[in-house]
């Protein structure tokens, strides 16, 4: 069956980067797209980023260009977010996703990401 | 950017009645759009995608309909378990976007 693995919840100090992975199984790993998806405690669901697991090539959330980098190890069926320059507002629960034409129907179980001094 | 407007921010609604959650959007999505459901703690589920086709697995309870700029979840009868965040999303043009979502609450 499909899984998406996230690594585990870090805490960070501010600006400082942090790199999440999400390692898929059950399923040919260049078949899908994957995006991130992050959640702050209590609010809603923002879009952060895409990577084409193929190519490797990615589209960024406006908000977090410059800040977000995707990538992506085939051999190692794993994609990674990284966010630099950390602050206390980008602590979050955040969450990969596989997508089909922008569908995202399999999540990952979030990685909860502590921002604070 | 398209903006996702979804209503109410809050539902209250009793075990076995109807519950109707609204999604607009600012500019048409034909049929591009998608309804997730979120329990506590727990990853957002895909319930429903093409504004009415239910992904495997998910009740006949949960309808999805409308197109162009305004649509509609629709839970026929609540059970305990449909007790959650619900968030609309539109996949039809960059960057994908998400509604502030709807929590059904019980009454």
């Known amino acids: 069956q499909v899984q998406l693995v996230q690594s585990g919840a870090e805490v960070k100090k501010p600006g400082a980067s942090v790199t999440v992975s999400c390692k898929a199984s059950?399923?040919?790993?260049?078949?899908?797209?994957m995006h991130w998806v992050r959640q702050a405690p209590g609010q809603g669901l923002e879009w952060m980023g895409w990577i084409n697991t193929v190519s490797g090539d990615t589209k960024y959330s406006q908000k977090f260009q410059g800040r977000v980098t995707v990538t992506r190890d085939k051999s190692a069926r794993t994609v990674y977010m990284e966010l630099s320059s950390l602050r206390s507002e980008d602590t979050a629960v955040y969450y990969c996703?596989?997508?089909?034409?922008?569908?995202?129907?399999?999540w990952g179980q979030g990685t909860l990401v502590t921002v604070s001094s | 950017e398209i903006v996702m407007t979804q209503s109410p921010a809050t539902l209250s609604v009793s075990p076995g009645e109807r519950a109707t959650l609204s999604c607009r959007a600012s500019q048409s999505l034909s049929n591009s759009l998608a309804w997730y459901q979120q329990r506590p703690g727990q990853a957002p589920r895909l319930l429903i995608y093409?504004?009415?086709t239910r992904t495997t697995g998910i009740p006949a309870r949960f309808s999805g309909s409308g197109s162009g700029t305004e649509f509609t979840l629709t839970i026929s009868s609540l059970q305990s378990e449909d007790f959650a965040i619900y968030y609309c999303h539109q996949y039809k043009d960059w960057p994908p976007v998400f509604g502030q979502g709807t929590k059904l609450e019980i009454k």
């Open positions: 093409g504004a009415s």
């Open positions: 059950g399923y040919s790993f260049t078949s899908y797209n």
């Open positions: 996703a596989r997508a089909a034409a922008s569908l995202l129907a399999y």
